[in-house]
């Protein structure tokens, strides 16, 4: 009865509830069954243990990790997890360390993720495991936790020859300094791996740099859908330059990437906007505002022998 009302209990009931059920002696029973019991009964009161949330099981969950059944394996494993606290995560990554992956990759991604929110820097001495399944969760993992203040950690991985830690990388390299930043991940958008080069022009456009423009307009020609998207959502960004950024996304002359910036113009209700825009620009020839306008009405590229020399030379990214 008081495991069910902590779930859905305030912060100060749940205190007051926790409070409870450490003086009452109802979390260290729990513990004490973690420990001797075997089979079912050892599953159940892993289970109670770990909805109280309470850090001294952390040490008993830990044990049940090194269960033989691999049921109750998991539920001391998503118990840690549960915990959510940078205790639970080492003792995770100790048993990682010890035993390599023997449950199913996405509960262990789960509770880590949940378990390493909070410091995510106990993650980087144990990247270089090994095995290379476990090296690829945990760079998974630090793909979602990563912080500001592990952006100088996380440079080193740039170029590492796995995927995910190029990922986690670029995910990480949108808190550094931006002229520092849009070098790394300019390489990283053009990596031959598409969840690499969607993380980093996803961090490019939150860098929200003048300098990132090249290349998130080289993103919209990517052979992958989202990042597409991803690159047009960059793009809009840059409200004050939309004019000539739209000029130069019609010099790309691909219509995937045409489709893609449209559509990001459309969810962020900015079409009016740009139209003004415009026909406002006194920098642009009327031969070209003609044409722009035409391409945001009927979301069609014009011919080749429409678009300008000068227009193709503004959308070429430059290195």
């Not at 791996?193 to 990132?212: D, K, M, Q, T």
């Amino acid at each position: 009865m008081v495991l069910d009302a902590y779930e859905v209990a305030n912060p100060e009931e749940s205190a007051r509830l926790l409070k409870f059920m450490r003086a009452s002696g109802l979390v260290e029973k729990r513990i004490l069954e973690a420990r001797h019991f075997r089979g079912w009964r050892r599953h159940a009161a892993l289970v109670a243990l770990a909805r109280t949330r309470a850090s001294e099981g952390i040490r008993a969950l830990s044990e049940g990790l090194r269960d033989p059944d691999s049921e109750t394996r998991l539920a001391a494993l998503r118990g840690l997890g549960r915990m959510a606290c940078p205790e639970a995560a080492i003792e995770i990554l100790n048993w990682i360390d010890d035993v390599g992956l023997v449950v199913p990759a996405l509960p262990l991604q789960s509770a880590l993720i949940q378990a390493c929110a909070e410091r995510p820097q106990v993650l980087l001495p144990h990247l270089q495991h090994t095995d290379k399944t476990v090296c690829e969760v945990l760079a998974r993992v630090l793909s979602e936790v990563a912080a500001p203040s592990l952006a100088p950690e996380l440079l080193r991985f740039a170029d590492d020859d796995l995927p995910e830690l190029r990922a986690a990388a670029a995910r990480g390299l949108s808190f550094l300094n931006p002229s520092t930043a849009v070098e790394v991940l300019s390489e990283l958008a053009q990596d031959s791996i598409w969840f690499v080069r969607l993380r980093a022009i996803v961090s490019l456009g939150r860098l929200n740099h003048a300098a990132a423009v090249p290349f998130l307009l080289r993103g919209l020609t990517d052979s992958n859908r989202l990042v597409r998207l991803r690159a047009a959502e960059g793009l809009i960004n840059f409200k004050a330059d939309l004019p000539r950024i739209f000029e130069k996304v019609i010099g790309l002359l691909d219509q995937y990437g045409l489709h893609a910036f449209l559509t990001a113009v459309e969810n962020a209700g900015l079409e009016a906007g740009l139209l003004a825009a415009i026909n406002e620009d006194a920098h642009t020839n009327p031969e070209t505002k003609g044409i722009m306008v035409e391409v945001l009405r009927t979301a069609k590229l014009p011919t080749g022998t429409q678009v300008s020399e000068n227009t193709r030379a503004k959308a070429a990214p430059q290195s």
